[in-house]
Nanobody, 117 residues
Framework: QVQLVESGGGLVQAGGSLRLSCAAS????????MGWYRQAPGKQRELVAR???????YYVDSVKGRFTISRDNAKNMVYLQMNSLKPEDTAVYYC???????????WGQGTQVTVSS
């Protein structure tokens, strides 16, 4: 089964940027939808961005215009460029393949993003 490893998180000041990476141990070509999720302390995990195999993207309203999701099928990688970060973006970020709102792969360890005010 494909394993996912997220990286690129860190501590950044409000207004700063980070680029998250998700490395898959196998091909992501079979997964039409790949997404980035986040889970803040005391909150449920939420989908923040997704991209399909054709390159069409979706973003939750709170990150529109600030985050950009991309995928490189040849490298089995998914990325999340995060700009103009806000303290409310603080969370552990995960990637996963999904279908009909259901995550398809085992969750990785995620990468912590902390935005200070």
């Amino acid at each position: 089964q494909v394993q996912l490893v997220e990286s690129g998180g860190g501590l950044v000041q409000a207004g700063g940027s980070l680029r998250l990476s998700c490395a898959a141990s196998g091909s992501i070509l079979n997964f039409i939808h790949m997404g980035w999720y986040r889970q803040a302390p005391g909150k449920q995990r939420e989908l923040v961005a997704r991209i399909n195999s054709g390159g069409s993207t979706y973003y939750v309203d709170s990150v529109k215009g600030r985050f950009t999701i991309s995928r490189d099928n040849a490298k089995n990688m998914v990325y999340l460029q995060m700009n103009s970060l806000k303290p409310e973006d603080t969370a552990v970020y995960y990637c996963n393949a999904y279908k009909v709102g259901v995550a398809l792969l085992p969750w990785g360890q995620g990468t912590q993003v902390t935005v200070s005010s």
